[in-house]
């Protein structure tokens, strides 16, 4: 298929300092849960970016000095760290793209837990986050130090092979960026007071990279412009304007966003796509240099408009190039319906948070290029003469249809009601999840070109209808319920009166059901849905009691960057929170709460609960299947495999996971061996 030429400008080169980037797709730097811990794997992720089309790939931070270890990012303290790092960069290059490296020493906000160092910043403090940990101020030999280090680590990183050395000035995350903020900063000195001192240090690092690999690299700023902090921050209408204005033609490129992290990627639950635009849209006016942002941008019209209305001249993606890594190439082939967008769920950045190799739910290969060998566009083709039925058509039953479908297998997909989507479609219907229908309709729009796969709407299966199908292989992906009896974490058993007719479950509102107000919710998932049923109870105009056992609400939304916003948007609502206690009993005219710590009970009225605490899979056909061997046996069927929440209820992330899963090994059963490869660790000799 030919590009559509009103595309033909997102694939004109564009010149960063000394070196070209092919085409205006830019990886932005990113962590990815794997850094130094598993090299290899990220770097071959890396080079998978770059074979989609991405003209620049960048690493994720990388510590420039062990005064600021970080866990799970990549480092550069010395030329110890070259080699490992010479494997993205190889792997981006082969590939005709441009690597980059994101320099940070993250000052205040480095534990230094590995290093044991004291962290530095500019003026002494409390360190971030709840760490027992203080911040010493830094003197003139540790502003010198650390000028030195950065320039050093430019130094190897051009050994290393890259290409542009990123000097890093964004997400409250880097001691340039502690330099320029006042409430960090309170030195007295030529490094403090005036916005011009403020930015000194910022200018000197800059000026010192150019200096050192400035003829072969090309130095880019990454900025943020904005802080969305009011007085107390950096304001585009203010400090950020004049900072750029300040420094405007010493980059090669500017790479600008808002801070903190959690406002750079926003979930698509509190922000549309593009919406740093009106904050980053001054630049360009200020600079000849080019200037790239991110948007979790998809859109290859969004994309032209940002170009031709002078907004950005490269287009910037961390989630959309995870959710699909040939997106350039996609839309330079012009296969625009084939792009996997991605829904902003952010389950990518939670790799950061719990140390493995991140996961999408749009993209079931990332974080498994070289660990299983699994490509985001390629798959094996089939091997033998199987037909496979697969029951049911949620994430996970969808997945493994047009996975399979793609292998070239024969696949009938029966689903019981008249809609596709399962629980992917559900909760896009709930209050700031529309984006996640994208995981069913990208799905359903592949399915629909594939000759060799058939679907069958109303089709409620049963165990001898599966055996007249003829198929050799059957994957069960009925999915899962949630529980009403409250079983979870913190209740092993049922709750007392749960089976009450005024006990309803977060299926019984995405259905449709509006409980009698007020309604308590008790929520023991401590994730997202409990927190949207809340949200769209609240919007219908029912008093909400939100219980939880948890010292804060949805606490693993941490992992996600979202859990402040969701808390706020509950008490914006209305909502009453009731941390620390969970539900003991349930009465028709209330419910008795207990707390946490002391096992104190009150009573609490309200006319209905819903609880929100564990699923139950749905799998009574496949055990009705595999109780009758000799039947499977006799209807020609090989193997019966559980996928998605029938097997294992989690996120849709896994559940698309499984689906793939199964279309690469058709349900094989669990190896002894760890089916993924490990990074080989070499042990220092003992002294």
Not at 1 to 26: C, H, Q, S, W
Not at 360 to 369: I, L, M, R, V
Not at 542 to 556: D, E, H, K, N, S
Request: net charge neutral; with cysteine.
């Amino acid at each position: 298929m030919a590009r559509d030429p009103r595309y033909d400008i997102l694939f004109e080169p564009i010149k960063i300092g000394p070196v070209t980037a092919r085409n205006r797709f830019y990886q932005v730097p990113h962590c990815n849960g794997g850094g130094r811990q598993f090299p290899t794997q990220t770097a071959v992720m890396r080079g998978v970016k770059a074979e989609g089309g991405w003209a620049v790939v960048c690493t994720e931070q990388c510590d420039i000095h062990y005064s600021s270890s970080t866990p799970h990012c990549v480092r550069l303290w010395d030329e110890q760290d070259i080699a490992y790092l010479a494997r993205m960069t190889e792997q981006v290059h082969r590939h005709e793209s441009l690597a980059g490296v994101e320099f940070v020493h993250m000052g205040y906000h480095a534990a230094c837990f590995e290093s044991r160092e004291p962290p530095m910043a500019p003026s002494g403090r409390a360190g971030y986050g709840v760490a027992p940990i203080q911040a010493r101020a830094m003197d003139k030999t540790d502003i010198r130090n650390y000028r030195r280090w950065h320039r050093t680590a430019a130094l190897n990183a051009r050994k290393a092979g890259f290409d542009i050395i990123v000097v890093y000035a964004g997400h409250d995350l880097s001691l340039p960026m502690h330099f320029l903020a006042r409430r960090h900063n309170q030195r007295t000195d030529e490094y403090g007071g005036s916005l011009e001192n403020r930015a000194r240090l910022f200018r000197e690092v800059l000026e010192e990279t150019k200096e050192a690999v400035g003829d072969t690299c090309g130095v880019v700023v990454r900025f943020a412009v904005e802080e969305l902090l009011g007085e107390g921050g950096v304001t585009v209408g203010a400090e950020g304007h004049d900072v750029v204005a300040m420094l405007a033609e010493i980059p090669d490129l500017w790479d600008v966003n808002c801070a903190e992290w959690e406002n750079d990627s926003i979930t698509a639950r509190f922000a549309e796509e593009g919406f740093q635009e009106p904050y980053i849209g001054f630049v360009k006016k200020l600079t000849t240099k080019p200037v790239v942002a991110v948007g979790r941008y998809t859109s290859p019209d969004r994309m032209v408009s940002l170009i031709r209305g002078g907004v950005l001249d490269m287009i910037g993606a961390a989630r959309a190039s995870i959710a699909d890594p040939f997106l350039p190439k996609k839309i330079e082939e012009g296969r625009i319906e084939d792009i996997r967008e991605c829904i902003g769920c952010n389950v990518c950045v939670s790799g950061e948070f719990t140390g493995a190799p991140m996961r999408c739910t749009q993209n079931p290969t990332q974080g498994e290029e070289w660990r299983r060998g699994w490509h985001p566009e390629r798959i094996p083709a089939k091997e033998g003469d199987d037909t496979v039925l697969v029951v049911g058509a949620g994430p996970a039953g969808l997945e493994a249809a047009r996975a399979l479908g793609q292998r070239g297998y024969k696949v009938t997909l029966a689903e019981a009601t008249s809609e596709l989507g399962g629980r992917a479609t559900r909760e896009a219907r709930l209050p700031g999840l529309a984006t996640w229908a994208r995981v069913k309709d990208y799905r359903i729009g592949q399915i629909a070109k594939m000759p060799n796969v058939e679907v069958y709407r109303g089709s409620r299966m049963t165990a001898a209808e599966v055996r007249e199908t003829g198929c050799s292989l059957v994957a069960v992906a009925t999915g899962a319920h949630w529980r009403k009896d409250g079983v979870g974490r913190v209740h092993s058993f049922p709750i007392p009166g749960s089976e009450g007719a005024n006990v309803f479950t977060a299926d019984d509102v995405m259905a449709g059901t509006l409980p009698e107000g007020p309604v308590v919710l008790f929520d023991d998932e401590h994730f997202y849905l409990a927190s949207v049923v809340a949200e769209a109870l609240a919007l219908a105009g029912r008093q909400v009691i939100y219980v939880t056992p948890q010292g804060v609400v949805a606490p693993w939304s941490t992992f996600t960057l979202e859990q402040g916003r969701i808390q706020r948007r509950l008490l914006e609502r209305g909502v009453e929170i009731v941390v620390s206690h969970s539900v003991a009993a349930v009465d028709r005219d209330g419910v008795e709460l207990a707390c946490v710590y002391t096992g104190r009970k009150r009573s609490r009225a309200c006319r209905s609960v819903v609880m929100v605490t564990s699923m139950a899979p749905i799998d009574g056909l496949y055990h009705e299947l595999m109780a009758d061997e000799n039947a499977l046996a006799k209807a020609g069927i090989r193997r019966v495999a559980r996928i998605g929440d029938c097997y294992a209820p989690g996120l849709i992330a896994a559940a698309v996971q499984q689906g793939y899963k199964f279309a690469r090994d058709l349900g094989a059963p669990m190896p002894e061996r760890a089916p993924f490869r490990r990074e080989n660790v070499e042990l220092a000799a003992l002294a």
